[in-house]
Each structure stands twice: as C-alpha cells, then as structure tokens.
C-alpha cells in the first residue's frame, strides 16, 4: 500500500485556497484525505511458488472449457444445417410446384381467353391464330423460367457450402438469400396464376426464416 503524499498535498492546497478564497469553514480530515481519488495506491503483489501446481490446473481448466465451448458450437452448427437444409428442400419442392404450374400457364390463358370471345361473340367465327399468338404473349410477360432456373441455381450452391464448407460461410450464406429473396420477388410480380402466387408466398416465407437463421452463422 502506498500513500500519495504529493496528490495529498496538492488537495490540501486546494482546499486551503478555496476555503481562504471564498471565506468557508470546514477542515479536510485524515479520513477524507485518504478517501480521495488517487491518495492510495494498492498494489497486489505473490512471490510465484516454485512448487505450485496452480498454474497447471488453470491452464488445464482452461483448455477443457476451450473444448466444450467448441463442441458446443460444433453441435449448434448441426442443428442449425440441419434446419437450413429442411427449409432449402421446402423451397425446392414449392420451386418445382411453380415451375410445373408456369409450363400450363400459357393452355389455361388460352382457354380461358376462348371461353371468354366466345361468350362476348357468341356466334362470330374466332381468330384461333390471333388467340394462340395472345396466349403466347401473355406467356412471355409472365414466363418465371429464368428466375426458377436461377433461384434453383442459389439453392444449390447453399446445400453446397452447407455441406462442403470449411471456415466462417456467413457472408456467403447471407448474400445467396438476398438473391433469393429477389429472385422470389420478381417471381411474385410476374405470376397472374393463384397457385403460382401461394407458392411463391411460402417460397418467401422460408427464405425468411433462413435469412434470420443465416444471421447466427459465422
């Protein structure tokens, strides 16, 4: 334990200045004195003992809690693949869903569009070929394909760091749901078809759910 004398004496300066300066009464006591800040220093000295074991036991205590923690981020780390991979395979199977509906889509406008001129026209012959190159415009402003194909493509590179990875994929897993995300987005702008809509809909739901989970991945 050390006493600062010279800290000590600046105070009592001070104090005597002050009390000199603004006519105040009052002393500064021994106790107050050692109570400020600076006016005792402590310091914590141990001769090391040749002989103890102290230090081994702590460092041997301290790998065993460096081991669990790893195991337990290794058996946090399986949990959560497994779960991404669930929900990957839930969006793959809604992928394959809108992609078979996408593949009608253009059948199902055309009858609905011939229907429709017939019921208006009734007896008036109708243009087929004017009704199937409608169809097929309707089917290119709505086509998904490209954005399926790609959307698959992230899919697939995710299962693959997924399962190959070796270090911190965070960034990457983070990045590829963006991708998603955007690519399910677009797919929900162009489809005019219910089914088409729901799916893309718990297509988005899961890509959520992974977003939030990708956040607690190195």
């Not at 899961?206 to 989970?213: H, L, N, S």
Request: hydrophobic residues 40%; negative net charge.
């Amino acid at each position: 334990m050390t006493i600062n004398r010279e800290v000590i004496a600046r105070y009592l300066e001070a104090a005597a200045a002050l009390a000199a300066d603004f006519k105040l009464p009052g002393t500064l006591t021994l106790e107050s004195a050692l109570a400020l800040p600076g006016a005792v220093r402590i310091d914590y000295r141990r001769e090391e003992d040749p002989s103890s074991q102290e230090r081994p036991i702590l460092l041997a205590a301290l790998d065993g809690a460096l081991a669990a923690y790893e195991q337990c981020r290794a058996v946090e780390g399986g949990r959560l693949a497994g779960d991404l991979a669930g929900r990957l395979r839930s969006v793959e199977a809604d992928l394959g869903e809108i992609d078979r509906l996408a593949a009608s889509t253009t059948d199902e406008y055309l009858a609905k569009l011939r229907k429709r001129i017939r019921a208006l026209l009734e007896e008036v012959p109708v243009d087929e070929g004017r009704l199937i190159q409608e169809a097929a415009y309707q089917a290119s402003r709505t086509d998904v394909t490209e954005e399926v194909v790609r959307l698959q493509a992230h899919l697939q590179q995710m299962q693959d760091t997924l399962s190959s990875a070796e270090g911190p994929v965070g960034k990457s897993l983070d990045f590829l749901v963006q991708e998603m995300h955007r690519e399910a987005n677009t797919i929900g702008s162009k489809a005019e078809h219910l089914a088409i809509s729901q799916a893309v809909l718990r297509v988005k739901a899961e890509v959520e759910k992974i977003r939030e989970q990708v956040q607690n991945i190195e």
